[in-house]
């Protein structure tokens, strides 16, 4: 399984940058995909994720500002962030985990820097 993320970049405060994430490979069926983020000297951390009925997660920090979407059959998800801030700045990696399927994939990641 590989992932392939885009979308990073550098934005000022407030800004909005929308990530993207895809999946190739050998995939029987998507259990859950996510985004993951770890800000520099820091550890990685969830930011929002997505099951394969949709149902979505996000961590109380990005509530409100980021929107996370599926495209099933594309293998693919996005993720909206708005009022980016200072503090979202972090290398952000995308996330698969198949159905019956306990292996975690990750994608290489991709820089977002928020100047402020």
């Known amino acids: 399984v590989q992932l392939e993320e885009s979308g990073g970049g550098l934005v000022q405060t407030g800004g909005s940058l929308t990530l993207s994430c895809a999946a190739s490979g050998r995939i029987n069926e998507i259990g859950m995909m996510g985004w993951y983020r770890q800000p520099p000297g820091e550890r990685r951390t969830l930011v929002a994720t997505i099951d394969r009925w949709g149902t979505t997660n996000y961590a109380d920090s990005v509530r409100g500002r980021f929107t996370i979407s599926m495209d099933r059959h594309k293998k693919m998800i996005q993720m909206q962030m708005n009022n980016l801030q200072p503090e979202d700045t972090a290398v952000y990696s995308c996330?698969?985990?198949?159905?019956?399927?306990?292996?975690?994939?990750w994608g290489p990641g991709t820089q977002v820097t928020v100047s402020s």
């Open positions: 996330n698969l985990r198949q159905v019956g399927d306990s292996l975690q994939h």
